[in-house]
Nanobody, 131 residues
């Protein structure tokens, strides 16, 4: 019943910006969390950000703070990942996922989002940063 649709991504030069979008539909209540993950060459798939729709808690990995920002448009029920000053090492497949309804964003109390915390996944989108 719950589906995740994501959009955005593309190819950009170093220093450029991209904005990824994610919508989760099918929830009967606004009580869930959205997580962002990326799969980069040689590094596996890592959680990089999350946001709780229920309480507004947000988290971005320490290594990405200052460049990546997670936010939500409440009217359109869309979560955004704004990525600025992109670097070649940011290249990879970016996935949006939702937790199925528990509504918690890990934050500092639990570290980066983990794959096992998320049940429904978007299709992924390619981000390529190169000259």
């Amino acid at each position: 019943q719950v589906h995740v649709v994501q959009s955005g991504g593309g190819s950009v030069q170093p220093g450029g910006s991209l904005r990824l979008s994610c919508q989760a539909s099918g929830y009967t209540r606004d009580y869930y969390a959205i997580g962002w993950f990326r799969q980069t060459p040689g590094k596996g798939r890592d959680g990089i950000a999350c946001i709780s729709i229920s309480d507004g808690t947000r988290y971005v990995a320490d290594s990405l703070k200052g460049r990546f920002t997670i936010s939500r448009d409440n009217a359109q029920k869309t979560v955004f990942l704004q990525m600025n000053n992109l670097k070649p090492e940011d290249t990879g497949v970016y996935y949006c996922a939702t937790d199925g309804g528990h509504g918690f964003c890990s934050g500092s109390y639990r570290g980066d989002p983990q794959e096992y915390e998320y049940e429904i996944w978007g299709q992924g989108t390619q981000v390529t940063v190169s000259s």
